[in-house]
């Protein structure tokens, strides 16, 4: 079985068992990114989608959504989440997180639930999914042992 999912709460609840593996998927390679914003037809260049996005088909699908227009996604969806998710964090606490995600633990879990209840909102509203747009963000594999 083969589960995908962007909430760490899914994660979680799913580690427990033993028979669950689990791969970060957030990104795709970037043959793979260009094969999927080709079929998005961008109006945008595909180097500066991918220097833009990282390769996060999520937030491909965001700049589509914001018609290809880079700036009103970086002011309307990418700015207002990284404001709330880093609010109180010192500076210094997050450049080490950038250097190193495991020297925290505490507060790079409270970065992760402070991310979960918008994608809750998100699939809660069930416009992305409907369109068949939703984002795979922690590829689960589950195999009996």
């Not at 210094?92 to 639930?113: F, G, I, Q, S, Y």
């Not at 402070?114 to 409907?130: C, D, K, V, Y």
Request: charge should be neutral; include cysteine; hydrophobic fraction near 40%.
């Amino acid at each position: 079985m083969l589960l995908a999912t962007s909430e760490g709460v899914s994660r979680r609840k799913l580690l427990v068992h033993t028979y669950v593996h689990v791969y970060i998927m957030w990104n795709l390679p970037r043959d793979g990114f260009e094969e999927l914003a080709k079929q998005l037809d961008p109006s945008v260049d595909l180097d500066t989608a991918w220097m833009l996005t990282g390769g996060n088909p999520r937030a491909l699908i965001e700049l589509l959504e914001y018609r290809w227009n880079v700036d009103r996604w970086m002011n309307g969806a990418v700015l207002p989440r990284v404001r709330v998710a880093v609010e109180g964090i010192d500076v210094d606490m997050l450049r080490a997180l950038v250097d190193d995600p495991d020297c925290d633990p505490a507060t790079a879990k409270l970065l992760e639930d402070r991310n979960t209840p918008r994608l809750e909102a998100q699939s809660g509203s069930g416009a992305r999914h409907r369109k068949g747009l939703g984002m795979a963000g922690t590829r689960l594999q589950a195999s009996r042992s």
